[in-house]
């Protein structure tokens, strides 16, 4: 198991002046750094009683809030129970100890292969490209990963490409994070130049939430930079409601396949986000009409902080089975559970 880092070793965990962005930066960097990070203002931009929002300090400290003005933009003013603005604050429920959840849910740690390599799943490896994310959401499986230890852009990726060339087996490689798309295009044409030099890869995948989150990412030099990948990539953005999407967001992914990148959607079910047939319903419908293929539902990973999202099992067999009554066979994503030391993910 990987231990939680101290608190000076997550993420933003301590305060400290925002970054300058250099004259000239790319318009992402700049609405990145304007991102809302206190809690309280996230509230009143939406017109909401910060003493009604069992808002913790002690969460917020712990594991910052970060969200993009365009994502708050897209939440209802008024609403304490809008499903996007659940994601993100951190509330009371989080310093709450309940059985069964822990600091690495997922098995990270025994699987390391290298810095910043997990590999758990034959013939697939995982680079964790970054730690940063342009929105920290509050379910999030790695809020306890020890990014300042565990990313593979240490000693320039040399370890963790030279890992991966090892093992013939290695066939895709996935990017995620944090999110890799936080780094700056020309870092990762830096990455994908080395992974160009395993002659075994057949597949690049990426997982990301910022074009859904922060679309203004999706720029000309980052479309330039997968136009010219030498693999076939499959694109996995991270959606959970239907009201995430807007007409920036569908331009971004739009503009995504253009680069004959194939979209997929994955999502986490989520207490008072999305646990009703009608919200999943909508969810798929409105990925679909944006180009986007429903692919994973994923049970909450029991990470610690979370346990207020959970839905339980028999409840989400049940939501699932309603929807694949609902809806065509292509719109209804896998419902699956992660389980350290399963070959792949598991059905439920």
């Given amino acids: 198991m990987i231990p939680a880092a101290p608190l000076p070793m997550q993420p933003d965990t301590v305060p400290a002046p925002v970054p300058a962005v250099a004259a000239g930066a790319p318009r992402w960097q700049r609405l990145w750094r304007e991102a809302v990070r206190d809690p309280r203002e996230l509230l009143a931009l939406l017109g909401l009683d ?54 690495d849910a997922v098995g990270d740690g025994a699987a390391k292969k290298a810095d910043g390599v997990i590999q758990k799943y034959r013939g697939r490896a995982l680079l964790v490209a970054t730690g940063s994310c342009a929105v920290h959401c509050r379910y999030c499986f790695r809020r306890h990963f020890p990014y300042a230890e565990e990313t593979a852009a240490r000693d320039g990726w040399r370890e963790a490409v030279a890992a991966i060339a090892a093992d013939p087996d290695i066939d895709e490689v996935i990017l995620s994070g944090g999110d890799p798309l936080s780094l700056a295009t020309p870092k990762l044409a830096e990455l994908t130049a080395l992974l160009a030099d395993v002659p075994q890869l057949k597949r690049l995948r990426i997982h990301s939430r910022l074009p859904v989150v922060l679309p203004e990412r999706v720029d000309a030099g980052l479309l330039q930079w997968l136009s010219a990948l030498p693999w076939p990539v499959a694109f996995v953005i991270h959606a959970n409601h239907a009201n995430e999407f807007d007409a920036s967001v569908d331009a971004a ?90 070959t792949g993910k598991r059905p439920l």
């Fill in 50 to 103: 910060a003493a009604a929002a069992g808002i913790s300090d002690a969460a917020a400290a712990q594991f910052p809030l970060r969200v993009p003005r365009g994502f708050v933009a897209r939440m209802r003013a008024g609403h304490l129970d809008d499903p996007l603005l659940r994601q993100v604050l951190p509330v009371d429920a989080e310093e709450r100890i309940v059985s069964g959840f822990g600091l």
């Fill in 253 to 342: 992914l739009a503009a995504l396949r253009g680069t004959g990148a194939q979209l997929l959607n994955q999502a986490v079910l989520l207490r008072g986000v999305n646990d009703s047939v009608d919200a999943l319903a909508a969810l798929s419908e409105r990925s679909f009409a944006a180009g986007v293929l429903p692919y994973y539902l994923h049970q909450l990973d029991r990470v610690e902080g979370v346990a207020h999202f959970e839905v339980p099992d028999d409840e989400a067999r049940a939501l699932h089975a309603a929807l694949a009554a609902r809806l065509s066979g292509y719109l209804v994503p896998k419902l699956v559970r992660e389980v350290q030391g399963d």
